[in-house]
């Protein structure tokens, strides 16, 4: 059977890698990435991701105490003012994170740790401790590539979800089957693989785990568990929570239903059983290695061939990331972003519910589809205003002016529908050297790209060819304006 | 075999040929929903103000019985709903008592959800109530400019899954909507999705462009007024051309925890107002008749006041529904026993809000109820059509 696998790497082949695998590559960072054996490139995705650590230091906050619980504050005007910190916690914890995604080198680490943060969906609307939504972030930080095994027993253990699926209420007396349901649907085996009867079974081998609030921390209370023995997917033991969950992973579903998970976010939306059983079967012998797994999925022919290329759907980070990323354009703050990503559906640390965002085509809706546009019009509006190929400043220009009064607008919009304050006193600066990014392509700001720079501005914008042809006389940024309102712009 | 014959023999085997009957006449007609977001105190809106137990659960947050607009002997209307009363008196106003849900979820954004999609406690649904309605017939039975428009919010609850839009005001949509091009192009499942939205919109777009419409109506000035004025502006426009068939619309924070007395007394107020001036600017455009305004939220509140002269998230609540078709000045149903609470010292329901919208479905749309609410469910007299 012939391989879909290219024996090195085009710099269409790199910008498909770098695409999925991270944000939308700029062409400077293509170029670095062709003419590399497949292997190798994923390799070198692999080792840069495992060794990734963030570039700034997370906000102030999560360096403090931990936060008195709202439930031990002395009255109601205390209790307010600490959900409005809240709030703006969150809010610069997501900046924060959107600024390492917009600037690491590796941005595979960052992708992989918002996978699981969909995964373990786990929202503040319900937590309310921004502390410990940046502990669970750490923990999904760490693991991003490392043991699976490793990563579920310290979600079952992570005083976040034992608030949110409320572990932290499961005793003896008193069991809670919430976290036990959804482990099992939707962290580890997805539905039809368990009954009723085996949820009720894990709801008891769950229970006693507590969460000390003062210094968030998950504690085990043995008179609180349930010490009997208890059938799960047709075992019989003392399964306390660790064992319970080795007894899920031990089912021939799980490993399959984490593999077709990852295919969905890194291949195409239809995972195909017969290539994920043998990938699914070495992830489970590596150790539970994600990236094993991760490596099996990027060197398949699944993930190469032509039917497959801009087949998904830009979550709204990635698109919002992935043009800033695309374009080289430099924000001196993340904090537009959160609005913006926040209006088109995805406000980091707050999916909708435990199924997390339910992402491809749910991403595209006539409300987000306009605001998506409306983002890169603006962004190149803002940009094409300022002095042609000159370093652009939010300073420089009005139009930089109303785009960024338009995003604060937003985001005070954001963050009111959110029930959130704005933190105080930000500036947004934004650059972008659109000279030096068109030059390479053979283009420049103030002419008519010709026939051969127009191939490559397509190829540097999108990932198919576009849909709607740019009318003729279209110049310079005007046209990566246009290419950037294609439909196929919202593919990756 | 002629149409009539077909009805005929219809008339036996398949059932659901009577819905698709009614669903003719149905054409034109406009549902609003009204979203009281962040849980509406229930008890103070339509007051039990007769009650011994009321005045004892409340003791600063309860209304006199000669502060309220007595509806009968033992119900009352707040008296910032003022401007409802003409409704009532012509009969245009019906009170829904105790609408809720078994189990009850009381996170505001679970609850909402399940309201939107019309669930049970237990099930998670991504499409809304009136996306299913679609489905159920109502998009093949009429020709929509577009299925819903949501004002005011981006989210489109109960409207989500329809080839729905949402908008602060028609003209800057329309503008916006410039940044789309018709395209005729075919391509994967992902890009097929995208044109198809962008079809959507365009569409919408189309419907919603031309003259506007200048309402003699005075709309009041605050948010809720202005999201009113959007809605009486699009209906008015739309004459004979299909139109929007649902409107969403928010109200609120209804989330009074703390100090509700004066915050609840000003949203209500607003609300009375902004529909007040619905009707005057549906009655303006001739749309009045062929329109249903109902309110709903996430829950009600906690039967008893808290410390903070607030109230917490509760249970079940009533509901107003509007509109020149209603049977009204009539209360419906069941108010909540204030002696027997549940576990969560809430109200238990006496109504399940999946009756409203099987109404809506059957008497308002002429379409099968059980797939929109998956399930059967009593209707509720609220409509003479």
Redesign the interface.
């Known amino acids: 059977m012939s391989t879909t696998l290219p024996a090195r790497l085009s710099s269409a082949d790199a910008r498909h890698l770098l695409g999925r695998t991270g944000f939308m590559p700029s062409p400077a960072e293509v170029s670095a990435w062709v003419g590399l054996a497949p292997a190798d490139a994923v390799d070198r995705l692999l080792t840069g991701a495992r060794r990734s650590t963030p570039r700034h230091a997370a906000p102030a906050f999560t360096r403090e105490p931990i936060r008195t619980p709202y439930g031990r504050l002395p009255?109601?005007d205390a209790r307010?003012a600490a959900r409005q910190q809240a709030r703006a916690d969150i809010v610069s914890l997501a900046a924060w994170w959107l600024q390492e995604m917009r600037e690491s080198p590796a941005p595979l680490a960052e992708r992989m740790t918002l996978f699981w943060h969909n995964h373990f969906a786990t929202?503040m609307?319900?937590v309310q401790q921004a502390q410990g939504m940046f502990v669970q972030h750490q923990l999904l930080r760490q693991h991003a590539l490392g043991s699976f095994r490793e990563l579920l027993h310290g979600v079952a253990r992570d005083p976040a979800m034992l608030v949110y699926l409320d572990g932290a209420a499961n005793r003896v007396e008193a069991p809670n089957e919430n976290f036990a349901r959804e482990v099992m649907e939707l962290f580890t085996l997805g539905e039809g693989h368990y009954v009723e009867q085996d949820i009720r079974e894990a709801a008891r081998a769950f229970s006693g785990w507590t969460v000390n609030r003062e210094e968030w921390t998950a504690q085990f209370r043995p008179r609180l568990h349930d010490n009997g023995e208890k059938t799960l997917l047709g075992r019989r033991g003392r399964f306390d929570a660790g064992a319970a969950l080795d007894v899920m992973l031990d089912q021939a579903a799980a490993p399959a239903f984490i593999v077709g998970k990852l295919w969905r976010e890194f291949v195409s939306?239809t995972p195909d059983a017969a290539a994920v059983e043998p990938i699914a079967q070495r992830f489970r012998s590596s150790g539970w290695r994600i990236d094993a797994a991760v490596r099996e999925l990027l060197l398949s022919d699944a993930f190469w061939a032509p039917?497959n290329r801009?087949?998904?759907?830009k979550s709204p980070v990635e698109l919002a990331i992935g043009a800033l990323r695309q374009f080289e354009i430099q924000l001196d703050s993340a904090l537009p972003l959160v609005a913006v990503t926040s209006?088109q559906g995805q406000m980091l640390f707050d999916p909708?519910?435990v199924?997390g965002w339910?992402g491809?085509?749910?991403w595209?809706?006539?409300?987000?589809?306009?605001?998506r546009?409306?983002f890169t019009?603006r962004l190149f509006r803002a940009l094409e205003a300022g002095d042609e190929g000159a370093m652009m400043n939010a300073n420089a220009s009005p139009m930089v002016r109303e785009l960024m009064q338009e995003a604060r607008a937003r985001e005070r919009r954001a963050l009111r529908?959110a029930?959130m304050e704005a933190p105080a006193g930000q500036s947004f600066g934004m650059r972008f050297d659109a000279e030096s990014w068109l030059k390479p392509l053979g283009a420049s700001p103030d002419r008519e790209p010709d026939g051969a720079a127009r191939e490559k501005l397509v190829e540097a914008v999108l990932s198919?060819p576009p849909?709607?042809p740019v009318p003729a006389g279209t110049v310079g940024l005007s046209y990566l304006r246009a290419l950037s309102?294609d439909?196929?712009y919202?593919?990756k | 075999m002629d149409r009539r014959q077909l009805l005929a023999l219809g008339g036996l085997a398949f059932p659901a040929l009577g819905w698709a009957q009614s669903a003719a006449s149905a054409a034109g007609r406009v549902l609003v929903l009204v979203e009281l977001k962040g849980g509406n105190d229930g008890l103070n809106t339509v007051v039990p103000y007769a009650h011994p137990t009321y005045a004892q659960l409340r003791p600063s947050l309860a209304l006199k019985a000669d502060e309220v607009l007595r509806l009968d002997g033992a119900l009352g209307l707040h008296p910032s709903l003022a401007p409802l009363i003409p409704m009532w008196e012509k009969r245009e106003l019906v009170v829904l008592l105790g609408l809720g849900y078994p189990q009850p979820n009381l996170?505001?954004?679970?609850s909402i959800?399940i309201w939107d999609t019309a669930s049970r406690a237990t099930e998670?649904l991504?499409e809304g109530w009136v996306a299913r309605a679609m489905s159920a017939g109502l998009r093949q039975s009429q020709r929509h400019t577009t299925e819903g428009v949501?004002i005011g919010?981006?989210s489109?609850g109960a409207l989500?899954g329809a080839?729905?839009?949402?908008l602060t005001n028609a003209e800057a949509?329309v503008n916006?909507?410039r940044?789309?091009?018709p395209?005729n192009?075919q391509?994967?499942?992902?890009?097929e999705?995208?044109?198809r939205?962008?079809s959507?919109?365009l569409q919408?777009a189309d419907g919603l462009r031309g003259q506007a419409v200048t309402m003699a109506t005075e709309f009041p000035p605050h948010t809720f007024g202005q999201a009113v004025r959007a809605t009486c502006q699009i209906v008015a426009g739309q004459k004979g051309r299909g139109g929007v068939p649902v409107f969403h619309l928010t109200h609120g924070?209804f989330d009074t925890?703390?100090g509700q007395l004066g915050t609840h007394a000003n949203l209500l107020k607003q609300l009375a107002e902004g529909l007040a001036a619905l009707k005057a600017g549906l009655e303006q455009a001739g749309a009045w008749e062929r329109t249903l305004v109902v309110t709903y939220s996430e829950f009600g509140r906690r039967a008893r006041q808290n410390q903070?002269g607030?109230t917490d998230h509760g249970t079940a609540a009533p509901h107003f529904v509007l509109g020149g078709a209603v049977k009204g000045g009539t209360v419906i149903g069941t108010m909540p026993d204030l002696d027997r609470l549940d576990g969560s010292q809430n109200l238990v329901h006496t109504a399940d809000f999946r009756q409203l919208y099987a109404t809506i479905a059957r008497r308002w749309w002429g379409v099968n109820p059980e797939p929109v609410v998956r399930g059967t469910f009593d209707l509720l007299p609220f409509l003479e059509v």
Request: net charge positive; glycine share 4%; charged share 20%.
């Open positions: 009255d109601e307010r929202s609307q319900k939306p039917a801009a087949v998904l759907v209006r909708p519910n199924k339910p491809y085509t749910a595209i809706t006539s409300t987000s589809l306009l605001d546009k409306r019009e529908q029930r198919a849909v709607q309102l439909p196929v919202q593919l | 996170s505001h954004f679970r959800e998670y991504d949501a919010s981006a489109l989500s080839n729905a839009i949402s949509y916006q909507a940044l789309l091009r395209a192009a391509g994967n499942a992902a890009l999705h995208v044109l939205v962008e959507g919109v919408a924070s925890h703390r903070s607030g």
